[in-house]
């Protein structure tokens, strides 16, 4: 796993990826820390020859420490529980009881972390005289509006939580880029001979990918047999593939169309690849009539339109979890977290009223919007749905002979590619001697005591 210095966002991430919601897109996460979880004994009158684990700490004591800052057990609680509201005003429901004790640990560690390097950077930052003063947060801030084409403002309406509090978590990021950037980034040096060397590496490899990619070809024109075993041996995707025809082409190209089954292909050039496939097989495609589902759903309109209770009708008729389990009711969420065709009926259509019938990936849905907020780009809504079955499309299914291959760099890439690798590690080596100077301690988490950034 490649480490990375973070601030700030790492408890909305892992509050983010707790989210179960119905109609949700599901959103990749950036990767903070593995999570972990305290089994605890059961409960018995019989003797166990089981270690037992340790007494809970007390308030008092201290869970962390960097330099002269500390943690206890108090204010770690007290944060966890801030999370963990946090989570249903951001998501309007709470986190699964079942997953909680699960959560609260992930939570602790992440808070302990997430203390511990911040309180690394400010005391390095004070030591080595860098401030975030206002000139300086100004033109940051101007920057990320520019990359973003949004204000601060938004920014912070966005992450719907006390605007003073994010500024000043935005601070504490600032503070570290530019500890980084003045103290450590600034002594990253590359040569013009260490980037003329990788571009010469990278051509090389271009060129022994193609050549290895042309033998093989030759070798399967004079003896089509010799393909599995070619597979087995050499290809990064050993298993056959099977997907729907329209992606397998998207990916391997028009080629693969003309292919009869048990016919090879010739060198199919693919993103950061190269690639000889075999068709296995191909299946035809299957439609299926959702005439019944879209009828099944007008009627439901219906008797909305006339007056019935739409939780009762909801929970009676509903394919989605959220009928039998509040009636329909989805909670608040913000754009971006539903299928287009819903998001855009939600934040279309008046509120209070029975919308029109919206076809999605998921079937048919009604959708009440009982509330929302265009300032901060949020809505609250209930709806019902009525599932469809999205048929078969056509699959093919191939064996595929695949080698990576470089792609051509420019001396520009090459060269922001080696910085990079470069101040990810000065930055690591430095959080690392920072650690050393000021002494770390960790008694709920002893790795990070050891390193922070695990």
């Known amino acids: 796993m490649q480490k990375k210095v973070f601030l700030g966002s790492a408890v909305l991430a892992a509050v983010a990826a707790f989210v179960v919601g119905c109609d949700k897109v599901e959103s990749t996460v950036a990767e903070t820390s593995e999570k972990m979880t305290v089994e605890q004994p059961a409960a018995s009158g019989v003797q166990s020859d089981v270690v037992a684990l340790p007494p809970m700490p007390k308030d008092a004591d201290v869970i962390a420490s960097v330099g002269e800052a500390k943690m206890t057990w108090a204010e770690l609680t007290a944060k966890v529980d801030e999370t963990i509201q946090m989570y249903s005003q951001m998501y309007g429901q709470p986190i699964p009881s079942e997953e909680l004790p699960k959560a609260k640990q992930s939570f602790r560690r992440i808070i302990v972390q997430q203390f511990i390097i911040e309180n690394i950077i400010v005391q390095a930052a004070a030591a080595n005289g860098v401030v975030v003063d206002d000139a300086y947060f100004a033109q940051e801030v101007a920057a990320i509006e520019k990359e973003t084409g949004r204000t601060l403002d938004e920014l912070l309406a966005a992450r719907k939580g006390d605007a003073e509090k994010l500024k000043e978590d935005l601070r504490k990021g600032l503070l570290e880029k530019r500890l980084l950037d003045e103290k450590v980034f600034s002594k990253v040096q590359i040569s013009a001979e260490e980037v003329q060397a990788a571009l010469e590496k990278n051509l090389a490899e271009i060129a022994l990918a193609d050549e290895m990619m042309a033998g093989y070809a030759k070798q399967i024109a004079e003896t089509p047999a010799s393909f599995e075993d070619l597979v087995k041996a050499n290809s990064v995707q050993k298993m056959p593939i099977e997907r729907p025809e329209a992606a397998m082409t998207e990916l391997f190209g028009e080629q693969l169309t003309k292919l009869k089954e048990g016919e090879i292909s010739s060198v199919i050039d693919i993103p950061g690849a190269k690639a000889i496939v075999k068709v296995l097989s191909r299946t035809a495609a299957k439609t299926v009539d959702s005439s019944a589902a879209k009828a ?62 919206v076809q999605t990936a998921f079937g048919y849905h009604v959708i009440k919007v009982t509330s929302r907020d265009e300032a901060n780009g949020t809505a609250s809504a209930a709806h019902i749905l009525v599932k469809t079955d999205p048929g078969t499309p056509a699959t093919i299914s191939l064996l595929a002979l695949i080698t990576p291959v470089p792609q051509v760099m420019e001396e520009a890439e090459i060269r922001a590619e080696m910085e990079n690798v470069r101040k990810q590690q000065a930055a690591i080596d430095f959080l690392a001697e920072q650690r050393k100077t000021l002494g770390v301690t960790c008694t709920l988490f002893p790795e990070l005591a050891a390193d922070p950034l695990k």
């Open 296 to 357: 099944k759903i007008d009627s439901i309109r219906e008797r909305l339109l006339k007056g019935e209770d739409f939780a009762a009708l909801a929970k009676e008729f509903s394919d989605c979890p959220s009928g039998a389990r509040d009636g329909g009711n989805l909670g608040t969420f913000g754009k971006g977290q539903m299928v287009p065709e819903f998001e855009q009926a939600v934040f279309s259509q008046p509120v209070g009223t029975i919308g029109e019938v």
